[in-house]
Nanobody, 121 residues
Framework: EAQPVESGGGSVQAGGSLRLSCIAS????????VGWYRQRPGNECELVST???????YYRDSVKGRFTISPDNAKTTVYLQMNSLKPEDAAVYYC???????????????WGQGTQVTVSS
């Protein structure tokens, strides 16, 4: 299935904020789970957050309370609001959609264009 495109990365100082966008083109996220992943240099791809098609959100422990995943009303964009950023949040961030409920938690690799997040201490 067609995959969305990421945008919104950039460079911030520790403690700063960024909002990433996962943008659907030619489709909507209606009926799909959407997930944000990241890959830091020398590390494996890791799941950061998901938004299920019925609106449930998941966050990995290290970002709970700092990151928020949310959709727009048109269901063509899913945002990842990242606050209180830490140097260890620096990574390339990827978003993926999947029409099979729960399958995003099984992915082990990051793919796509991604958007770079740099956090300086």
């Amino acid at each position: 299935e067609a995959q969305p495109v990421e945008s919104g990365g950039g460079s911030v100082q520790a403690g700063g904020s960024l909002r990433l966008s996962c943008i659907a083109s030619g489709f909507t996220f209606d009926g799909s789970d959407v997930g944000w992943y990241r890959q830091r240099p020398g590390n494996e791809c890791e799941l950061v957050s998901t938004l299920s098609s019925d609106g449930r959100a998941y966050y990995r422990d290290s970002v709970k309370g700092r990151f928020t995943i949310s959709p727009d009303n048109a269901k063509t964009t899913v945002y990842l609001q990242m606050n209180s950023l830490k140097p260890e949040d620096a990574a390339v961030y990827y978003c993926v959609r999947d029409s099979v409920p729960g399958r995003l938690h099984q992915y082990t690799a990051c793919w796509g264009q991604g958007t770079q997040v740099t956090v300086s201490s």
